[in-house]
């Protein structure tokens, strides 16, 4: 028996596909392989029957007969790999020409042996057409992968600058009227921090870092470190990412986007009009500039091809910008629009948080956002004219809406989330009910009608996002129940000074800071360390917390080379690398958005000071 079990794990580990799986997935193999013998002339199974078993050959021979009589010998001594396919027969028969034995892998352990295994399912594929045609096909091979990039590179200098500014301000942070808790914390926050910057792991993990080891210090309770998962920035979240899950994989926003374009007049200008709208009305929908770049992407370069337009012209390079702005330039003025914004509402006082959710955000951010739509416009028209002529057929728009049917009943439930949404945001003066509960009765709805299933919920919703909220929204929260808020308003008194008396310079300071900081640290990371620091300061001097958090924001999306912008280099990759746009005039005209956002700061201030908030 010892020798018969030894037997197949040794064949299974030999066989070149199935011996790539993990360790594990063998040794469950090896207790449902059943080992078979035959005589010669015997025959293993019939064309057309069940294909219940994937048969490895041990010893022997055996051959395939068609249907049709025609016999080819088995490749690579691996055979009814039907058996690791959809198809629940056999294409031929296996008959043994000689005294053979072999390895029978049920099906049912095959199937998980591939949910475990993916990568084996295409090699399995080929195996068996190698066996149908009788002639051993070779799988390409496959790309060599992307060399890893950015700071994750030089791993081990991250990690001694982590360690040395936790160091750092534990030898330092003494003496400044800070208590021993307050000095640990601050080095924590100090190594957390660094983590960010140096680009060393996922963006989540160091806010987790930072909670796991303000739990084991005890500098705080329990209830306030934990208090992020509780928080109403976290169920905002939850629901939007999971109602942006269900409008992008019921095919509610292609839809959308092809019945606007099929009614906008057939000229270049308005197909960058449509273009751009779409992309502004996916911004509120779909939480992640990466994942509207990615719905918009694709039909751009749909509609290059097809209206036939320059490579690398001015046309293309309009459409681009068009394309790129539309999912992006407004990711500060609604707070569904980017998951961070989330983050920065989740740092506001409760005061804050009850005056500026839902319809109040945007009415604050209108100048701001008429000051970039102007700036956008400016920038296509001047930077990209041309006298190309595209033509839009008609006829295929025609025929991918009749394609698409009818409204399925995903995409009501999606159109019904949003109109619930957007209802009773508008509507909460009557009601009373904040905007985290609605959501959270939007997201019960669609889980009760089976709209959003199981397994999109959990591999679709981005949980390490949730996480990473909030591990911000504890940290903060620890932050202030340990008086740091008010010693840091207390130390940093000239910047505070300047915020309060000196608003304009301070924000000129601001952008200078974003960039420098831009060069290092991706646009989140930015975000929530500035305004981790910022807005306590602001609220500690009279500044709305609010503008200062915002203008962070507004910030925090500059960028000037393609690697400080994962949405930008997404964009990039449409057509293996060789972008259908001009790349040096497009980054030309990003940079005069750029410099446009500090501008729409600035025109914001008489209408800021109409409302109160600066």
């Known amino acids: 028996m010892m020798d018969t079990l030894a037997s197949a794990a040794a064949r299974l580990q030999a066989d070149p596909v199935i011996g790539r799986a993990s360790r594990p997935s063998l040794a469950r193999l090896v ?41 080819r010998a088995v490749r690579a001594g691996r055979f009814g790999e039907e058996a690791a396919s959809d198809a629940h027969a056999y294409l031929t028969g296996a008959v043994a020409v000689e005294d053979a034995t072999v390895l029978c892998l049920p099906r049912a352990a095959v199937r998980a042996l591939l949910d475990a295994n993916p990568m084996l399912q295409t090699d399995l594929l080929f195996s068996l057409t190698s066996n149908l045609a009788g002639e051993t096909l070779a799988r390409p091979a496959p790309p060599a992968p992307a060399p890893r990039t950015g700071y994750r590179r030089h791993a081990a200098p991250g990690w001694l600058l982590v360690s040395a500014a936790a160091l750092l301000t534990l030898a330092c942070g003494g003496g400044h009227g800070i208590d021993h808790g307050g000095v640990i914390f601050l080095a924590i926050f100090a190594a957390t921090i660094a983590m960010w910057i ?46 942006g899950t ?19 007049p057939n000229r270049q200008r308005w197909h960058n009009v449509g273009l751009f709208a779409t992309g502004l009305l996916l911004t509120p929908l779909i939480p992640t500039a990466n994942g509207r770049i990615a719905l918009l992407a694709p039909f751009y370069a749909d509609m290059v091809d097809n209206l036939h337009l320059a490579r ?8 681009a910008l068009s394309c790129f702005s539309g999912g992006t330039l407004f990711s500060a003025i609604f707070i569904t629009s980017k998951s961070v914004n989330f983050a920065v509402f989740g740092l506001l006082s409760p005061q804050g948080q009850d005056h500026f959710q839902g319809a109040a ?87 009760l009608w089976g709209t959003l299933d199981k397994k999109e919920l959990k591999e679709k919703v981005d949980w390490t996002f949730l996480l990473y909220l909030s591990g911000i929204t504890g940290i903060v929260a620890a932050f202030n129940r340990l008086g740091l808020d008010h010693a840091l308003g207390t130390h940093l008194s000239a910047l505070g000074t300047s915020m309060r008396d000196h608003f304009a310079l301070f924000v000129l300071l601001l952008y200078a800071l974003v960039n420098l900081i831009r060069l290092a640290a991706p646009s989140n990371a930015t975000s929530v360390i500035l305004a981790t620091i910022l807005m306590p300061l602001a609220q500690v001097n009279g500044v ?54 500090l501008l729409a700061v600035y025109a914001s201030f008489p209408y800021w000071d109409m409302l109160g908030i600066r």
């Open 31 to 71: 207790a449902q392989a059943g080992r078979l013998q035959f005589g010669a002339g015997t025959a293993i199974y019939a064309a057309g029957a069940g294909a219940d078993c994937v048969y490895l050959l041990v010893e022997g021979a055996v051959t395939l007969v068609s249907p049709q009589g025609v016999r």
């Open 198 to 243: 140096c680009n060393l792991v996922d963006d989540y993990i160091p806010a987790l870092f930072a909670l796991l080891a303000t739990l084991l210090t005890g500098l705080v309770p329990v209830p306030v470190v934990l208090s992020g998962f509780a928080s109403d920035g976290f169920l905002m979240a939850l629901s939007t990412l999971a109602l």
């Open 246 to 264: 269900v409008v992008v994989s019921s095919g509610l926003g292609y839809r959308v986007m092809l019945l606007l374009l099929r009614r906008l």
């Open 312 to 319: 690398q012209g001015r046309a293309a390079t309009r459409l």
């Open 361 to 447: 955000w945007l009415q604050a951010a209108l100048v701001t956002a008429a000051v970039l739509l102007a700036a956008h416009a400016c920038a296509a028209w001047f930077g990209c004219r041309n006298a190309e002529r595209p033509h839009l057929p008609r006829a295929r728009i025609d025929q991918q809406c009749a394609l698409l049917g009818e409204l399925s009943g995903r995409e009501w439930a999606a159109l019904a989330g949003i109109g619930f949404m957007v209802t009773g945001i508008v509507t909460s003066s009557l009601h009373k009910v904040q905007a985290p509960w609605l959501g959270f009765a939007m997201l019960f709805g669609l889980l």
């Open 544 to 597: 709305n917390e609010w503008l200062v958090g915002f203008i962070i924001l507004v910030f925090s999306e500059v960028w000037w080379l393609p690697y400080q912008c994962s949405y930008y280099l997404q964009m990039q990759q449409l057509s293996g690398g060789a972008a259908p746009y001009d790349e040096r005039r497009f980054l030309w005209l990003n940079a005069l958005l750029n410099l446009a956002r």
